[in-house]
């Protein structure tokens, strides 16, 4: 629809705007933009405020490259509650946040922003392997655990990274295949998560992985 069906240029693009959010079509976006016109003035402005201090302050944490309000440590990353000895990697902020939700992982995460689509132009050097390098060595843990969406991105870029990773001879590992093919982990209900992650399969195992990261770690 457009400003004629709407009477409104200015409602015609709150539509729009709320339209661009994945799976909103036009009837759930009129609905949404009606929803917030009926709203106090006040909780409008939290709203807008919330979303433009998200765009403006948010930024990367240095050792999982999740978010972090402040540039430094994110508050998943400073809890010393967390197991140290379990690194999982993953594509998406999303995924951690699926993960949490089901309960089941205390480790440490690592956010690789994407993953490797030929089709799209992504290749391995566009993703940050160096920093996810420094991670391992400063974090040392025992095991890497892959946890990418069950495509043929995810495959490939756990392939990629099995193999490049091999060389600090650390355990890697990737969740069990109850996840169905072509689905995010943030699509996965909680169950299917939890299950995936305990009994997860081994895809290399080391023969002196806390030698080879100790030598990587002196070099940073």
Same mark, same amino acid.
């Given at each position: 629809?457009?400003?004629?069906?709407?009477?409104?240029?200015?409602?015609?693009?709150?539509?729009?705007?709320?339209?661009?959010?994945?799976?909103?079509?036009?009837?759930?976006?009129?609905?949404?933009?009606?929803?917030?016109?009926?709203?106090?003035?006040?909780?409008?402005?939290?709203?807008?405020?919330?979303?433009?201090?998200?765009?403006?302050?948010?930024?990367?944490?240095?050792?999982?490259?999740?978010?972090?309000?402040?540039?430094?440590?994110?508050?998943?990353?400073?809890?010393?509650?967390?197991?140290?000895?379990?690194?999982?990697?993953?594509?998406?902020?999303?995924?951690?946040?699926?993960?949490?939700?089901?309960?089941?992982?205390?480790?440490?995460?690592?956010?690789?922003?994407?993953?490797?689509?030929?089709?799209?132009?992504?290749?391995?050097?566009?993703?940050? *392997?160096?920093?996810?390098? =420094? &991670?391992? +060595? %400063?974090?040392? !843990?025992?095991?890497?655990? @892959?946890?990418? #969406?069950?495509?043929?991105?995810?495959?490939?870029?756990?392939?990629?990274?099995?193999?490049?990773?091999?060389? *600090?001879?650390?355990?890697? =590992? &990737?969740? +069990? %295949?109850?996840? !169905?093919?072509?689905?995010? @982990?943030?699509? #996965?209900?909680?169950?299917?998560?939890?299950?995936?992650?305990?009994?997860?399969?081994?895809?290399?195992?080391?023969?002196?992985?806390?030698?080879?990261?100790?030598?990587?770690?002196?070099?940073?």
């Amino acid at each position: 629809m457009d400003e004629q069906d709407y009477g409104s240029v200015l409602f015609s693009k709150a539509v729009e705007a709320f339209a661009q959010l994945p799976g909103v079509g036009p009837r759930t976006a009129q609905r949404y933009a009606l929803h917030m016109l009926e709203q106090p003035a006040e909780q409008q402005a939290r709203f807008v405020a919330a979303l433009r201090d998200c765009a403006d302050q948010l930024q990367r944490c240095p050792r999982c490259n999740g978010f972090s309000d402040t540039g430094e440590a994110c508050a998943r990353c400073a809890d010393t509650r967390r197991d140290d000895t379990l690194l999982c990697v993953v594509a998406d902020v999303r995924d951690v946040m699926a993960l949490e939700r089901a309960g089941q992982y205390r480790g440490r995460y690592f956010v690789l922003g994407g993953l490797i689509d030929p089709m799209a132009g992504r290749g391995p050097d566009q993703l940050p *392997l160096d920093q996810l390098q =420094s &991670t391992i +060595a %400063r974090q040392r !843990p025992e095991e890497l655990i @892959l946890a990418f #969406a069950v495509n043929m991105e995810g495959d490939t870029t756990a392939f990629y990274l099995q193999r490049h990773l091999q060389s *600090l001879n650390i355990r890697i =590992s &990737t969740p +069990a %295949r109850g996840i !169905p093919f072509g689905e995010r @982990l943030d699509q #996965a209900d909680e169950q299917t998560l939890a299950s995936a992650l305990q009994d997860r399969r081994v895809l290399y195992t080391p023969a002196a992985a806390s030698a080879r990261i100790g030598e990587m770690a002196d070099k940073l």
